[in-house]
């Protein structure tokens, strides 16, 4: 039941006991925090709104009036508050989407590169007037060059732009290719929860638009005070994500809810990659359609055999792309796995010479890390800034310079160097040779590599598999007869993401959940890729009519010297 709770974006019931326990093994647990009073349970249900399955009029009833025949984890409970407040944000939307201004066409001019007719369209409405927009961007299909005219268009109207994101990393992302200045999104709510008046970086303007980066990744109570604050200070959204990429660390899921109750702006034509085959089967990954797995099995691109065989395959693979200077990116679901993949990436640099194992070291975390190794500072730490004055953000990159005397280090990466204090060091730093797929999220590399130790979820998947521009391959431990294909297959057709509650009872009830008249959700992102598909069948046939006059020229001249040269002789 409490899994249930949880997989509908329902309060967790067991936060409703004491905080230690959500840390605490179960070996170290008291009888009565293991098995919580039946009172607590009977409390804990009350607070609960049943949201499953109509029961059949036929069916055959428990003592507790749910059918025989329903299973626990078809049971699907939430609670009063999060219904409430979901479709206080669906009704939101709909009141912005009512006053629907007109878009900036001027702005697809101001882009440096050729806009597509879906950057185009994106651009404009960006930069145009309306109160509320909504981006879809799949990856590698040119989000940021889409939001980069749109940002100097703002400007050049003398129109204020900001922009936000769920972490530290990707607002700096954000900042860095569109040039909109940018913070997290965290940051800007608590500006405008103190006391005092907001920074006079966040204090936005009326009229000023807000640009959400990574949407998908927002939280539902996160979205709910942005929205709240955006129609008091009278700011317009633009929301720009991925809602088939990773979800919000809480409760989630509404950016895919608006869009697939309003629609969207769909981004439908993947760049990123070289092959080009991998463009459009990035789009089947992305919906977890499992044909496509052959593809990339043909193609090479996936390996198995045991944990260590693994474990091993993918670090020589990252190792061999690395000393070849394409930067690789190597992923896995977990952070267990993250942590044994970055000491194995640490003992090849190690025996290649490149870190001295004898020389001075400090501990991070579970790691010794030594001077020349990469790290990840995890945790945002506004006090602790670079020599050029930037702030410490999580999931930041950098080398180390020097371990110091008194258990700090220096280090330098992008925003500068920085002296990083032992007390930091022990809590919130990790080596950055791996990460976890959701790390990995919003990078783009020329190599992207995924182990994985088990079958995981099609997000597990797409994320890591859609990193890399040249290649994106899976190492996946296979068990028994299995083979990387099974694996790959069985991980495509899994989906753990969290779905609001009202979604879940919409499709538990097979109620449409979009506005009438418009698709639902997944038929139009189904009918975008066909649009896609059709659409570079056509550039590809208009190509070769161009190219096929000259082909035929080229092929008379050469048949002509051959004939030529048979008479001569």
């Known amino acids: 039941m409490i899994a249930v709770a949880e997989r509908l974006g329902a309060t967790r019931i067991a936060h409703l006991g004491p905080r230690s326990l959500q840390h605490r093994s179960p070996l170290t647990l008291r009888h009565s925090e293991l098995f919580p009073p039946a009172s607590l349970w009977w409390n804990t249900l009350k607070l609960c709104v049943d949201v499953s399955r109509p029961i059949p009029s036929d069916a055959l009833l428990r003592r507790d009036g749910r059918p025989v025949t329903e299973s626990v984890v078809d049971r699907a409970l939430t609670t009063q508050a999060i219904l409430d407040q979901e479709r206080s944000l669906v009704e939101w939307a709909d009141r912005r989407f009512v006053h629907d201004g007109p878009d900036e066409s001027a702005a697809a001019t101001r882009s440096t590169i050729e806009l597509n007719l879906a950057?185009?369209?994106?651009?404009?409405?960006?930069?145009?007037?309306?109160?509320?927009?909504?981006?879809?961007?799949?990856?590698?299909?040119?989000?940021?060059?889409?939001?980069?005219?749109?940002?100097?268009?703002?400007?050049?109207?003398?129109?204020?732009?900001?922009?936000?994101?769920?972490?530290?990393?990707?607002?700096?992302?954000?900042?860095?290719?569109?040039?909109?200045?940018?913070?997290?999104?965290?940051?800007?709510?608590?500006?405008?929860?103190?006391?005092?008046?907001?920074?006079?970086?966040?204090?936005?303007?009326?009229?000023?638009?807000v640009i959400v980066d990574e949407a998908g990744m927002m939280a539902t109570d996160r979205l709910a005070e942005l929205a709240a604050l955006a129609d008091f200070k009278g700011w317009r959204l633009a929301l720009v994500g991925d809602p088939l990429q990773f979800s919000a660390v809480g409760r989630g899921g509404m950016f895919g809810l608006l869009v697939d109750t309003f629609g969207a702006i769909e981004l439908d034509r993947p760049h990123r990659f070289d092959?080009?085959?991998?463009?459009?089967?990035?789009?089947?990954?992305?919906?977890?359609?499992?044909?496509?797995?052959?593809?990339?099995?043909?193609?090479?691109?996936?390996?198995?055999?045991?944990?260590?065989?693994?474990?091993?395959?993918?670090?020589?693979?990252?190792?061999?792309?690395?000393?070849?200077?394409?930067?690789?990116?190597?992923?896995?679901?977990?952070?267990?796995?993250?942590?044994?993949?970055?000491?194995?990436?640490?003992?090849?640099?190690?025996?290649?010479?490149?870190?001295?194992?004898?020389?001075?070291?400090?501990?991070?975390?579970?790691?010794?890390?030594?001077?020349?190794?990469?790290?990840?500072?995890?945790?945002?730490?506004?006090?602790?800034?670079?020599?050029?004055?930037?702030?410490?953000?999580?999931?930041?990159?950098?080398?180390?310079?020097?371990?110091?005397?008194?258990?700090?280090?220096?280090?330098?990466?992008?925003?500068?160097?920085?002296?990083?204090?032992?007390?930091?060091?022990?809590?919130?730093?990790?080596?950055?040779?791996?990460?976890?797929?959701?790390?990995?999220?919003?990078?783009?590399?020329?190599?992207?590599?995924?182990?994985?130790?088990?079958?995981?979820?099609?997000?597990?998947?797409?994320?890591?598999?859609?990193?890399?521009?040249?290649?994106?391959e899976a190492f996946l431990v296979t068990t028994g007869g299995q083979t990387a294909l099974d694996v790959f297959i069985q991980s495509l057709a899994t989906d753990w993401i969290d779905q609001p509650a009202i979604a879940r009872q919409a499709e538990l009830n097979d109620t449409k959940p979009h506005r009438p008249g418009l698709l639902d959700g997944s038929q139009l992102r189904t009918l975008l890729e066909q649009r896609y598909e059709i659409t570079s069948t056509l550039e590809k046939a208009e190509y070769d009519l161009k190219r096929l006059p000259r082909d035929l020229r080229d092929a008379e001249q050469a048949n002509a010297a051959a004939d030529k040269a048979i008479r001569e002789r």
């Not at 020389?359 to 579970?366: E, F, L, N």
């Not at 950055?432 to 099609?458: C, H, I, M, S």
């Open 119 to 209: 950057q185009t369209e994106a651009a404009s409405a960006v930069a145009g007037h309306a109160d509320l927009v909504l981006v879809v961007g799949p990856a590698g299909t040119g989000k940021t060059t889409a939001l980069s005219p749109a940002v100097v268009q703002l400007r050049a109207d003398g129109r204020v732009v900001f922009g936000v994101a769920p972490s530290a990393t990707a607002a700096e992302v954000l900042q860095e290719e569109t040039g909109v200045v940018a913070d997290t999104l965290d940051k800007l709510l608590i500006e405008h929860r103190l006391a005092r008046p907001p920074d006079h970086r966040y204090d936005l303007p009326v009229g000023a638009t």
């Open 275 to 472: 092959e080009e085959w991998e463009r459009e089967a990035s789009l089947r990954l992305r919906r977890g359609d499992v044909t496509v797995a052959e593809i990339y099995d043909a193609n090479g691109r996936l390996h198995g055999g045991t944990v260590t065989q693994m474990e091993r395959a993918s670090v020589d693979r990252w190792w061999e792309l690395r000393a070849a200077g394409k930067k690789p990116l190597l992923m896995t679901p977990t952070n267990e796995a993250a942590e044994r993949l970055n000491e194995r990436c640490q003992r090849t640099r190690i025996k290649a010479g490149e870190i001295d194992p004898n020389s001075r070291h400090v501990t991070a975390g579970p790691y010794e890390v030594h001077v020349g190794d990469e790290i990840a500072t995890r945790h945002n730490e506004r006090r602790t800034t670079t020599d050029r004055g930037a702030t410490v953000k999580n999931r930041a990159v950098w080398t180390v310079d020097s371990i110091n005397t008194d258990g700090s280090l220096t280090a330098t990466g992008r925003a500068g160097t920085v002296r990083l204090p032992a007390i930091y060091l022990a809590e919130h730093v990790d080596l950055a040779y791996a990460r976890t797929g959701t790390g990995g999220q919003g990078r783009n590399v020329k190599g992207g590599l995924l182990f994985a130790e088990r079958p995981t979820d099609v997000r597990n998947i797409y994320v890591p598999m859609t990193r890399g521009t040249e290649t994106n």
